[in-house]
């Protein structure tokens, strides 16, 4: 099972969550971010009877395509460092 963690930090002038080293849009207000990223957090645990195609973009710029099975969902965390 994947971990992931989402982190709120300052960011552009405002605040933002950060997965790894991407960033979220900025929000204005900490708490903002902190609610955005709590739902996304948990949107991310929901399960689904169909498996899903997932495109993202490596670190390289390389885009990657994958199929990923419905039932196959991370563990998520927020963490508030401010």
């Not at 989402?6 to 609610?35: M, N, Q, R």
């Amino acid at each position: 099972m994947t971990d992931i963690t989402y982190t709120i930090v300052e960011h552009d002038g405002g605040w933002a969550y950060k997965l790894g080293d991407v960033f979220s849009e900025t929000f204005p207000t900490h708490e903002a971010a902190l609610k955005t990223a709590q739902r996304v957090a948990s949107e991310q645990q929901l399960t689904d009877e169909n498996d899903t195609g997932i495109v993202y973009e490596d670190a390289k710029g390389r885009w990657h395509e994958e199929l990923s099975a419905g039932d196959d969902r991370p563990t998520t965390h927020v963490v508030d460092k401010a």
